[in-house]
């Protein structure tokens, strides 16, 4: 199966020539995605289910590039092993400044309350990691493997999350103001009283994902998956779902604006139990 996902993966960045630090991208995605297909296996998936789970997980490759910074290793690393520390033991080190994390290991590590503003976290491994209470503001996370990692109470204004696996992901209580989650795959992803206004999700995996009782102002769902999602007793101000199928989303004890119910009326939305305001 790893000859497979490295096919896939080959055939994914074969519009994009050889960039400089392609040889070390492509052997962390097939790391990680061969990660995500044994795990899938251990759960009980046929070898077709664990492997279309698994490239589906990965999105869309020119999300990913958009602002993937191309270096073949980033200063930390070098740094890391000049003075003999582990990854992780210098990324807990990292209180002030920001910092290029990308295509690094540091899965399970404690990065709560830490100061990581406009860092660059792309294709990094990431899964299980405490980003609680961080300032992750402007910070990039495209191509990360974060499944079942906590951001409660976190600020990540601006963020951006390309082609990322936040399976399981905790989003309570986090600042996503302004932030970008493009081919995404979201699923079990919590967020319970996080803040929303003018988050853009696109072409991501939003299904059966709760939003209830929170107030969203401005923010988009775009191309985005929301089957049985549920907005029951949800504040909708400006809130857009273009190009997405919202027949089975649920909005039940909902208030929204006049705008916002013409839209979802448009889109054939069950809006029996909402109301204008």
């Given at each position: 199966?790893?000859?497979?996902?490295?096919?896939?993966?080959?055939?994914?960045?074969?519009?994009?020539?050889?960039?400089?630090?392609?040889?070390?991208?492509?052997?962390?995605?097939?790391?990680?995605?061969?990660?995500?297909?044994?795990?899938?296996?251990r759960d009980g998936k046929s070898d077709e289910e664990a492997y279309q789970a698994t490239v589906?997980?990965?999105?869309?490759?020119?999300?990913?590039?958009?602002?993937?910074?191309?270096?073949?290793?980033?200063?930390?690393?070098?740094?890391?092993?000049?003075?003999?520390?582990?990854?992780?033991?210098?990324?807990?080190?990292?209180?002030?400044?920001?910092?290029?994390?990308?295509?690094?290991?540091?899965?399970?590590?404690?990065?709560?309350?830490?100061?990581?503003?406009?860092?660059?976290?792309?294709?990094?491994?990431?899964?299980?990691?405490?980003?609680?209470?961080?300032?992750?503001?402007?910070?990039?996370?495209?191509?990360?493997?974060?499944?079942?990692?906590?951001?409660?109470?976190?600020?990540?204004t601006n963020a951006s999350f390309a082609g990322s696996d936040l399976t399981n992901v905790n989003?309570?209580?986090?600042?996503?103001?302004?932030?970008?989650?493009?081919?995404?795959?979201?699923?079990?992803?919590?967020?319970?009283?996080?803040?929303?206004?003018?988050?853009?999700?696109?072409?991501?995996?939003?299904?059966?994902?709760?939003?209830?009782?929170?107030?969203?102002?401005?923010?988009?769902?775009?191309?985005?998956?929301?089957?049985?999602?549920?907005?029951?007793?949800?504040?909708?101000?400006?809130?857009?779902?273009?190009?997405?199928?919202?027949?089975?989303?649920?909005?039940?004890g909902a208030k929204m604006d006049k705008v916002t119910y013409a839209l979802l009326k448009g889109?054939?939305?069950?809006?029996?139990?909402?109301?204008?305001?």
């Open positions: 199966m790893e000859d497979k996902l490295q096919q896939f993966i080959n055939q994914a960045f074969a519009p994009y020539g050889n960039f400089p630090s392609r040889k070390d991208v492509e052997q962390e995605l097939l790391a990680n995605l061969t990660e995500k297909y044994n795990d899938l296996k589906d997980s990965f999105g869309d490759v020119t999300e990913i590039m958009e602002n993937v910074q191309h270096t073949p290793r980033t200063e930390l690393e070098k740094d890391d092993r000049s003075v003999g520390r582990t990854l992780r033991e210098t990324f807990k080190l990292a209180k002030k400044s920001s910092s290029k994390f990308s295509m690094t290991e540091l899965k399970q590590s404690d990065l709560s309350a830490t100061q990581l503003t406009g860092s660059n976290f792309s294709f990094a491994s990431l899964s299980e990691t405490n980003f609680d209470g961080s300032n992750l503001a402007d910070s990039t996370f495209n191509g990360a493997d974060v499944r079942g990692s906590s951001f409660a109470g976190a600020n990540l989003f309570e209580n986090a600042n996503l103001t302004n932030a970008h989650l493009k081919a995404c795959a979201l699923k079990d992803a919590s967020f319970k009283d996080a803040i929303l206004d003018n988050a853009y999700f696109k072409h991501s995996d939003l299904s059966e994902v709760s939003f209830e009782g929170q107030t969203l102002t401005g923010t988009v769902f775009d191309g985005t998956s929301v089957k049985k999602a549920s907005f029951k007793d949800a504040t909708l101000t400006d809130v857009t779902f273009h190009h997405s199928d919202v027949k089975h989303t649920i909005f039940d889109a054939k939305a069950n809006l029996d139990n909402v109301t204008v305001e």
